[in-house]
């Protein structure tokens, strides 16, 4: 009897992660059921952070209404910030609008399992729908200049039926992404520090909602741009620390150094499915 049967008393198969990481198996916690972080911490990410964001997010908007004289803001500016959003802002709004759980998870597994090949063509698959809303957008600016949404374009273009068809998509895809956006964080939040991943739920989006109802959309766009730059420069960084200081020139010429140094034995062992030589599926040419 396998050790999942041990477990749960039933013919089922093990779960993969449970077969490749063994010490894994049993457990429904990360880190070994102890948080690396404490719970002061998640409460200052979460609230302090959200606190502070909000509140910088919200002086910028109104250091943009005092210097480029919108001191009078209109619910149409409030709604399309003035129809005035220029290509940089719109490219950093895309870039950390599709920054999401989805996008940092499945990027995450697929370079796992597939090297530096899974996130370029997970990346490529999502960027064609970018490539074709921006076409579909720019002749939509040239046909509905005063439209304020997909769903009104629908609208005066196919009629009622599909107006409301195209908002109870548009509606149910926003709570989807929504509930994987909060639920994504508060299990982020919680599996570092141990803060309970309800309260994290509620707690995220407050930040979100304060500077979006002080500025409206214009303020999401600022928020957008902070959000690029902080993921830049986390980027920036990791590319630094991994590919020059951990893993330099240096050290990648010593593991290619010994990788050469194998012998057609060790390669068959090292190209084998059980370690042996075998089952080895290696090829030498020579």
């Given at each position: ?10 013919e089922i198969p093990c779960p993969p ?230 893993y330099s020139s240096d050290q990648i ?34």
């Amino acid at each position: 009897m396998s050790g999942c049967d041990i477990l749960t008393g039933t013919e089922i198969p093990c779960p993969p992660s449970w077969a490749e990481n063994p010490e894994y198996q049993g457990m429904d916690s990360y880190f070994g059921g102890t948080p690396p972080l404490s719970k002061a911490i998640g409460y200052l990410v979460v609230v302090g952070f959200g606190a502070l964001f909000s509140v910088f997010t919200t002086a910028v908007v109104y250091m943009d209404k005092i210097f480029s004289g919108n001191a009078t803001v209109t619910s149409e500016h409030f709604n399309t910030a003035g129809r005035m959003v220029k290509t940089g802002l719109t490219a950093s709004v895309i870039v950390s609008q599709w920054t999401w759980a989805a996008t940092l998870l499945q990027s995450s597994n697929v370079a796992w399992n597939y090297g530096v090949s899974g996130p370029f063509w997970y990346a490529s698959g999502a960027t064609i729908q970018v490539l074709l809303f921006g076409v579909l957008a720019i002749s939509l600016k040239d046909i509905a200049p005063s439209a304020h949404t997909m769903c009104e374009i629908v609208r005066a273009r196919w009629g009622k039926s599909a107006h409301i068809t195209f908002l109870i998509f548009a509606f149910l895809a926003n709570i989807i992404v929504t509930s994987m956006l909060l639920l994504g964080g508060a299990a982020t939040v919680e599996a570092l520090t141990g803060v309970n991943y309800e309260l994290a739920s509620f707690l995220i989006p407050w930040g979100v909602i304060l500077y979006t109802s002080a500025g409206g959309l214009k303020a999401t766009f600022m928020a957008s741009y902070l959000h690029t730059m902080i993921i830049f420069a986390v980027l920036i960084t990791m590319i630094t620390i991994v590919y020059i200081q951990v893993y330099s020139s240096d050290q990648i010429y010593d593991f290619l150094n010994q990788t050469v140094s194998y012998s057609s034995e060790e390669c068959q062992v090292l190209f084998s499915t059980d370690g042996t030589v075998e089952s080895s599926f290696y090829y030498d040419d020579n």
